[in-house]
């Protein structure tokens, strides 16, 4: 399939202002160096199939990375035209037991962000989960209390969903029409690839109650961009595994959020930003990961937990981060 390119202004800003991050070579680079990464740490009789799941993610690697100097923000530019983008995602095929390996291996996160949810909420109420997969993070929420709905465009991931007994219905942000409004709306694992990152989280901010929570978590773009140069150096294993154990390796994915750049766009969309948590990504270990990769990358995530409690200096030395932010007004608690 050819790929349509076109140059591009910041998404959160629109400022033309950019440094390159990673040029076409050095994406080349990294995605032979991801795939010798995963050879190394899975036994020798994975199947073919286990191994492209961890290197061939569904978004396409990017053909340049930037990063705007105005806002911070990591972006592909230039960018794939936006039709292209969603045909991936519909067309994405993914067997049964892998989506049951996923529902359980994310059951002790996901149940984690929805005790963060809560507390910052303050109570549970009816929710709107965008990109919902198999899940995973309905099913915790409704262990705290929460009603929550879930939207996503994979039918596959739907069906599966519905048979954990949770309620999802097809399709995006932008054709969901409702006169509800929530106590919550979360967007996890899911703006990072959307096209219109600002038009998503204004259209996310309506949906909300007074008082209501947006919730977001996204890959850090800063964490790979303050890694990235080091790939090159002494430090390349280290800077390497960092990266790789959390899916930041050829950055597969559209926008790279910075802790500053994503609490512009929640501020702009008239938000207050009440809680920034830094993290690491879930663990992707599976029976198929050698003992010494599995500790191996136990261990990192460990590490890298610490400064999460910090606020958004912590989140900002995180690969992932967390953005909770309130709509105010009357019913604020
Ligand atoms: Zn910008």
């Known amino acids: 399939m050819s790929v349509a390119l076109e140059l591009t202004r910041c998404p959160v800003c629109d400022a033309a202002d950019v ?73 994405e095929i993914i067997g049964e037991d892998v989506l049951q390996s996923l529902f359980e291996t994310q059951r002790a996160s996901y149940e984690a962000q929805a005790a963060r949810l809560t507390d910052v909420a303050g109570r549970a109420g009816s929710g709107l989960e965008i990109g919902s997969y198999v899940g995973g993070f309905l099913a915790a929420a409704r262990k705290h209390g929460w009603n929550f709905q879930g939207r996503d465009v994979n039918e596959r991931a739907n069906a599966f969903a519905r048979k954990q007994g949770m309620e999802v219905a097809c399709g995006t942000l932008e054709d969901l029409e409702t006169r509800h409004r929530y106590r919550s709306v979360c967007i996890w694992n899911c703006l990072d690839q959307l096209p ?46 960092l990266l790789a154990h959390n899916n930041l390796l050829t950055f597969p994915y559209r926008t790279g959020f910075t802790v500053r750049s994503l609490r512009r766009l929640l501020e702009d969309s008239g938000l207050v930003v009440v809680r920034t948590f830094g993290d690491s990504l879930v663990p992707i270990a599976d029976q198929w990961t050698r003992r010494w990769a599995r500790i191996e990358e136990r261990g990192l995530k460990q590490l890298l937990r610490v400064p ?13 981060f967390e953005m909770y932010a309130l709509r105010p007004g009357r019913g604020q608690s």
């Open 19 to 91: 440094r390159e991050i990673a040029g076409a070579d050095d994406l080349t680079a990294e995605a032979e160096e991801l795939w010798a990464f995963h050879t190394r740490r899975l036994r020798a009789d994975t199947p073919a199939e286990r191994l492209a799941d961890r290197v061939a993610f569904s978004q396409r690697r990017p053909y340049r990375l930037v990063q705007c100097v105005e806002c911070t923000l990591v972006y592909r530019n230039p960018r794939e035209r936006d039709f292209e983008l969603e045909k991936t995602y519909e067309s």
């Open 196 to 241: 219109e990152p600002r038009r998503a989280v204004r259209l996310a901010a309506a949906l909300l109650e007074r008082g209501g929570v947006l919730a977001i978590r996204v890959p850090n773009g800063a964490f790979y961009a303050a890694l990235r140069p080091a790939l090159k150096r002494f430090m390349a294993p280290v800077a390497r595994t």
């Open 308 to 320: 999460g409690a910090a606020g958004d200096a912590g989140a900002a030395l995180s690969p992932w």
